[in-house]
């Protein structure tokens, strides 16, 4: 069936904002100012600042939900159901997940490469898959553990092309390695966050923008406050300012003040982790949840072509190579095979059969509701 132009709106909105979000953020890194007190012109990298602006971009959603609702009701007939009653504070280990994963993710996006951080990003299929295992009971079919092990195969191609090229010559390799090794324990944490939602929140049927909003209002909370300590711990080589601290707010701001454009940056990634979210969720809904993940795997391509195009990355075969197994791995761990094989004789298989889209809609719909999303 043809698309209509609305949901090629939405897919575009979902594909362009997804790429907006990683590439804004790598932007704020790359751009250099003063600091405080006549302090060295140095590169902005606050970590934990830009996820506190990614939250409040996800915040944000719980504005879009009550707009959505209000304009629903003045219909002749609405087709949102009421919002239902729940406790908050179930959203709080989910979100204090977020809220570290995210944290993990912008310190490594200072380390590493934007497509490397991207592709890498994709090892949250296996912890996700062995998570559901151990805590969701679920079963996984054969294609789903094929995918697995076909996406550990193209996490190690995207880790040998970043030990064999040198995009980043603002970090050493030790530094670009960790960077690769965080996102991949990000990954560990956002997992933990997927199967916390799915098992606690979701049968709680509560609005998916409702809900990352309500862990965006969480997460904005927490780490605003945790930016007070975070101004007097020593942060060693994991730190960008000159005070050598884990997050130096104050002079984030004096960097803004002195170029303007870090606002554009920062900007970008807090609006278009609100039109991300409310894009994917309505592809999810007026389309399809495996469209949703095709669309979420070629914003790497673009992501990629920009950090090629505007000189912050060199081309290295092996990301090829790397991006096209891990594209592999997910389509086989989502079932994007299924229709292929349904198309042969002995490729048909029941509707209800282990592994189909109805069986993984919960990953699916995790995944959608944790950040970044983007973070």
């Known amino acids: 069936m043809a698309w209509t132009k609305y949901q090629f709106f939405l897919a575009g909105l979902m594909l362009i904002t997804g790429s907006i979000n990683t590439l804004s953020a790598k932007w704020a890194d790359k751009l250099s100012a003063p600091g405080c007190n006549g302090t060295d012109t140095h590169y902005f990298e606050h970590p934990f600042l830009q996820a506190v602006g990614m939250f409040l971009g996800e915040f944000s959603c719980l504005a879009a939900f009550y707009l959505l609702l209000c304009s629903d009701r003045r219909r002749p007939e609405p087709t949102m159901a009421p ?12 979100a204090l997940c977020d809220m570290t994963g995210t944290s993990l993710m912008y310190v490594a996006l200072n380390m590493t490469s934007a497509s490397s951080f991207q592709m890498l990003r994709g090892a949250v299929i296996i912890f996700t898959g062995l998570l559901s295992v151990a805590f969701l009971r679920r079963k996984l079919v054969l294609s789903q553990w ?13 880790g040998l092309a970043d030990l064999l090229s040198n995009n980043d010559k603002k970090h050493k390799m030790s530094e670009v390695i960790t960077g690769d090794l965080l996102i991949i324990l990000a990954q560990v944490i956002v997992a933990v966050q997927m199967v916390l939602e799915e098992k606690f929140v979701y049968k709680h049927d509560v609005h998916p923008l409702r809900a990352v909003g309500t862990e965006g209002f969480f997460g904005f909370v ?5 930016l007070v300590p975070m101004y007097y711990i020593p942060g060693g080589s994991f730190s960008g300012n000159p005070r050598k601290v884990l997050e130096d707010a104050i002079d984030a701001f004096c960097q803004i003040g002195h170029v303007p454009l870090i606002v554009v940056a920062l900007l970008g ?8 979210n409310f894009a994917g969720i309505s592809v999810t809904k007026e389309i399809s949840a495996t469209t949703r993940m095709v669309l979420d795997s070629l914003r790497t391509v673009v992501i990629w072509a920009v950090s090629l195009a505007v000189g912050w990355e060199i081309f290295h075969g092996l990301q090829i190579l790397g991006f096209i197994i891990l594209l592999v791995g997910a ?5 994007l095979h299924q229709p292929l094989l349904a198309r042969l004789p002995w490729g048909r298989a029941p509707a209800d059969a282990p592994g189909t889209d109805a069986d993984r809609e919960g990953l699916l719909a995790a995944d959608g509701a944790s950040i970044n999303g983007d973070s």
């Open 83 to 94: 919002p239902q009653s729940f406790n908050p504070l179930l959203f709080l280990p989910p």
């Open 331 to 335: 389509a086989l761990y989502n079932g």
């Open 222 to 226: 927490i780490l605003s406050l945790l």
């Open 146 to 158: 094929l995918g697995i092990l076909v996406t550990i195969l193209g996490l190690v191609v995207v």
């Open 269 to 276: 990634n807090i609006s278009s982790i609100a039109f991300f």
